[in-house]
Structure formats: structure tokens, C-alpha cells
């Protein structure tokens, strides 16, 4: 199982975290999915494609590369 960080863009607030999360944890392969507000960042584990999981985040309106 593989660990990945995402820089992600565009949150302000909590509830941009939890949408983000949420977009993450979706994806097929995600074990876990841990989004960090102050950090602008996500942490996820799994064996998901990073393609895949930065057009999860940009589906729900923001921004994410690879960290």
C-alpha cells in the first residue's frame, strides 16, 4: 500500500476540507484519505491511481498536483 500527498488548492474553510476528503475516499483503492486545511494538503493511502484521485479533487471545484 503506497502512501501519496496531494497539494490541493482553492480550500478556505471546513467544510472545503471535508468535501475534499470525502471526493478522496471515493475513489476506488483509498484506504484512508486525511486533508489538512492550514497545510493545503491531503495524505492518502492506497494502492489509487494519482490521476485519478487529483480528478476527484478538481470534480469537486479545486484545485490538486502532486505534493
Known amino acids: 500500500m503506497k502512501v501519496q500527498t496531494l ?3 482553492g480550500m ?3 467544510h472545503c476540507a ?10 476506488p483503492g483509498v484506504a484512508t ?3 489538512d486545511l ?3 494538503s491531503a495524505r492518502i493511502t492506497g494502492d489509487a ?6 480528478r476527484a479533487v ?10
Open 38 to 40: 492550514a497545510l493545503g
Open 58 to 67: 478538481e470534480a469537486e471545484g479545486y484545485g490538486a498536483k502532486p505534493a
Open 7 to 9: 497539494e490541493i488548492t
Open 18 to 27: 471535508q468535501a475534499v476528503t470525502r471526493a478522496l475516499q471515493a475513489v
Open 49 to 54: 491511481d494519482t490521476a485519478v484521485l487529483i
Open 12 to 14: 478556505t474553510c471546513g
Open 33 to 35: 484519505a486525511q486533508v
